[in-house]
């Protein structure tokens, strides 16, 4: 059984990412004095989303769990009273993109300046009231050794959001389908908003997110899936929660340039004996649903072909194995 994607777009250029992350421009504040009483083994990399009045609480909150580090990624135009803010609380390092760029970008930026173990990943929106995040939890977490623990997330209105994501395949054609219940230690796709518990190693041994794929929906898809056909799990747990302070943002899932990189990285190469690989006549499956011309078209499938050449021996399994044996393979032993 062969997994597709339907839909083309038109034609790009892109520049396939392997391990290195993508240079930034950006400048950085603060991070030069102790954070105080240090509790855990974890940074906080805090993601700043958009204009928020209660950033001095937030920081306040986080500060108080005991973490290790605690680094905040801003957007780029979004930052709103950073200087100020790195005055008031000289312990953050506060990134502030000078560039547009996704959040994979920023987290990858994030993840850069991380020296701890693990790292607590978070948008401001859920660090304002009730927030806490004690050494008890990050134990239970941390005991899963799991690339990505995820919480369960509630609205501002505390309605459980759907967080448990599943992919299948209906007459050949990947699909992913969510669910709102949460069973403590179940597998799932990805974390709703990237907010997760992770492995600062095991980040950085997947090689973050894909620079070139401009789709924040489809970068996050594609590091996740990755990061499962590598062998790494990402789970649910029922004592992680946190709650959203605004309403949440809605997820660009469009099927463009980027669903394509993302299917030919993770949906295309096969697994043969101890590696994966794309064999040249899939270039015509791929042909069949893209809207480009053999030129661009070819050059894609030649990239990223050989991308996956270089990460062969990598991969543990692929998507149909991934999808048909998604129970067995999600169960942590």
Known sequence: MAIIMKNAVSAMNTTLSTSSFKKINHTALGGNEPLGKILMPVSCLVINRASNQYR????????????????????????????????????????????????????????????????????????????????????????????????????????????????????????????????????TLYPLDVTGFYDTKKFLQLGGFDSSIESQYWQKLDLFFRAWLWGEKVILSSAFSLAYSSETFAEDKTADYSSQQFYL?????????????????????????????????????????????????RFKMDAVTLTERWNELGALK
């Open 56 to 187: 001095s609480r937030i920081f306040k909150n986080i500060i108080a769990c005991g973490f290790e580090q605690v680094v905040s990624v801003e957007s780029y135009g979004k930052a709103k009273n950073t200087e100020k803010l790195s005055q008031e609380f000289p312990m953050v390092k506060f990134m502030c993109a000078l560039e547009s760029c996704t959040k994979g970008d920023l987290l990858n930026l994030g993840f850069s300046e991380i020296k701890t173990p693990y790292v607590l990943v978070i948008h401001e929106d859920l660090c304002i009231d009730g927030f806490k995040f004690s050494t008890v939890l990050a134990k239970k977490l941390i005991e899963c050794h799991c690339f990505c623990v995820c919480p369960r997330l509630l609205s501002p209105e505390q309605q459980v959001l759907p967080v448990r994501f599943t992919p299948s395949a209906k007459k050949n054609s990947f699909e992913i389908e969510s669910s709102l219940g949460v069973v403590d230690k179940a597998a």
């Open 265 to 313: 990285k993770n949906l295309l190469p096969v697994f043969r004996n101890d590696h994966c690989e794309i064999k040249r006549f899939s270039y015509f499956s791929f042909k069949t649903h893209s809207a480009w011309g053999f030129s661009e078209s070819g050059k894609l499938f030649n990239q990223i072909r050989l991308w996956v050449k270089e990460n062969m021996y």
